[in-house]
């Protein structure tokens, strides 16, 4: 069985700086894309970062230049470090990851979510 735990969620003040923490666990062949998604009450999932395993990234035009994803294959972990956070970044944020099992199943796996909440 694979899980996606993360950490790091929680309040800050516009301007501040929060780090996501991802790690995937349990019978895992192989990951490929890792990536973070948000939501916020009454609005649609949407893609913020992800990273492939080779180190490819592509952002959502909204966090260009504050965000940075990054890769610990070696932990199967996925990072998000957000900067210049503002307002609008409030959300719940997922973790996402593409993973073969030792099923060998491939498909997409959903973290718990971690609440993220900036303030004004």
């Known amino acids: 069985q694979v899980q996606l735990v993360e950490s790091g969620g929680g309040l800050v003040q516009a301007g501040g700086s929060l780090r996501l923490s991802c790690a995937a666990s349990?019978?895992?062949?192989?990951?490929?894309?890792m990536g973070w998604y948000r939501q916020s009450p009454g609005k649609q999932r949407d893609l913020v970062a992800a990273?492939?395993?080779?180190?490819?990234?592509n952002y959502a035009d909204s966090v260009k230049g504050r965000f940075t994803i990054s890769r610990d294959n070696a932990k199967n972990t996925v990072y998000l470090q957000m900067n210049s956070l503002k307002p609008e970044d409030t959300a719940v944020y997922y973790c996402n990851a593409n993973i073969l099992a030792g099923t060998w199943t491939r498909r997409d796996y959903w973290g718990q979510g971690t609440q993220v909440t900036v303030s004004s």
């Open positions: 990273a492939t395993s080779g180190g490819s990234a």
């Open positions: 349990g019978s895992i062949l192989s990951i490929y894309a």
